[in-house]
């Protein structure tokens, strides 16, 4: 490694990424033995049913589990265990009871943790919504009538905000931008998105920050109060990297990786998923993390060949994400947040279905759409068959 087929690979996090890690690795041909180890109890399954159908009713665990394949039925799985600090050095990671395990070749795939929010005070139930047991967690208090505050209007808070009001929670969302998913959406659409949420009972308190929690809920920053029995914190997250300290890696926002998703110095290591930074040359040579579903599977694949030596070409996969909210599928192809502020309807209307083109210096970049899925292919073709030259 990297080349051979044979030797160990081991694998640190047993979500997505880790287990399209140990997949692509035995569809690339390697024979050698796979470890995957994961701090979860669980196998690996998916996290985007956990702010809606999960957190909605009671699933079992099979709904939401990765169907194992074939080709990883003999990988080998350390479930339970935290992997505590890596020597690149010598080639191993040690693990929460102390053991040490050795590799050739290693692939990180630990991905986020939520951010949580640094106020004093104590009153309501704090939540965060990452793994299974937290959707379960908030899950048990959600009820008619139970007052939940949703701190946060990105894509998971307005998500959570979504179900909850189906479960006729009284839910209030506060952020502090102008509109919620403001940053990958813009302004108008973020407004809509409001008004949606509007008509179905969410309150918004924008452009407010919390200054602490009380007894009877939250006190902003303005000094109003917002009654809650129930903290649902989505303020974004943090890269699991601490296991990788010491090692001299740049780690200031996840793992920084070149175009083949190696680790800078060290050609058998490499990473996928949220935790990996790296540049994506269909837009520029800036690497950044992607936080969607689709990435752990492309960045697998491509991290794969590369620790077997296999050249592939280029990395330029083009993300795509989606969110549910009350039955309305939002769904996003390209990089709709590297726009420069060129937003442009390109079907239909705000109010109803539409199609919304994200521009960087008059080209597009990306495309959110809400219905419209008839012409879904088509954008996703254009954005795909649009690679970006040296000149454009
Ligand atoms: P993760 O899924 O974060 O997995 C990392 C794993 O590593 C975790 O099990 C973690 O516990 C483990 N780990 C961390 N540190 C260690 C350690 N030191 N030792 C051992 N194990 C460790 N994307 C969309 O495109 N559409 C959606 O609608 C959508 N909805 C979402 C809803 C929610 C509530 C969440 C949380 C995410 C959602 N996503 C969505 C994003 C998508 O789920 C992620 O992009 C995807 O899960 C990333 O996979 P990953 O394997 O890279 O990281």
């Known amino acids: 490694m990297p080349g051979a087929e044979g030797g160990r690979v081991v694998v640190v996090g047993a979500s997505l990424g880790g287990l399209r890690a140990a997949e692509q690795l035995r569809a690339a041909g390697h024979t050698g033995e796979v470890t995957v180890i994961g701090d979860e109890p669980h196998p690996p399954y998916n996290r985007p049913p956990l702010s809606k159908e999960v957190l909605a009713a009671e699933v079992s665990f099979d709904r939401v589990a990765f169907r194992m394949r074939a080709g990883v039925a003999d990988v080998g799985w350390r479930l339970g265990t935290a992997v505590t600090a890596a020597d690149l050095a010598a080639r191993t990671v040690r693990l929460a009871d102390g053991t040490e395990i050795a590799y050739d070749a290693l692939v990180i795939a630990t991905g986020l943790r939520p951010r949580r929010l640094a106020v004093p005070g ?103 109060a917002v009654p809650a029995d129930v903290v649902v914190e989505a303020v974004g997250s943090v890269p699991c990297v601490e296991w990788l300290e010491g090692n001299g890696l740049d780690l200031s926002d996840g793992v920084l990786c070149d175009g083949a998703l190696r680790v800078e110095g060290r050609p058998e290591v490499v990473a996928v998923g949220d935790v990996a930074r790296f540049p994506n040359p269909r837009y520029d040579d800036v690497p950044r993390r992607v936080e969607h579903w689709s990435i752990p599977t492309d960045t697998a694949k491509h991290a794969a060949r590369t620790l077997l030596g296999q050249d592939v070409g280029p990395f330029m996969p083009l993300p795509s994400f989606w969110s549910d909210q009350y039955g309305m599928r939002l769904q996003s192809f390209g990089a709709p947040n590297l726009g420069d502020g060129d937003i442009r309807v390109l079907e239909g209307d705000l109010g109803g279905e539409v199609v919304l083109g994200y521009h960087r210096d008059g080209r597009l970049v990306g495309v959110v759409m809400i219905g419209c899925t008839r012409s879904q292919v088509g954008y996703r073709k254009r954005l795909l068959d649009d690679v970006r030259t040296p000149t454009s």
Not at 142 to 166: D, N, Q, S
């Open 122 to 224: 104590t009153g309501p139930s704090r939540h965060v919504v990452r793994t299974l047991d937290d959707a379960a967690a908030l899950r048990a208090r959600l009820r008619p009538g139970t007052r939940l505050a949703v701190v946060g209007a990105g894509f998971i808070g307005c998500e959570v905000a979504a179900t909850a009001r189906t479960l006729g929670a009284d839910v209030t969302v506060v952020a502090p931008e102008s509109e919620p998913m403001l940053r990958p959406l813009g302004p108008d659409l973020g407004a809509e998105l409001r008004r949606r949420h509007g008509e179905r009972g969410v309150r918004f308190l924008l452009g407010r920050t919390i200054a602490r929690f009380t007894g009877d809920g939250l006190e902003l920053s303005d000094g109003s």
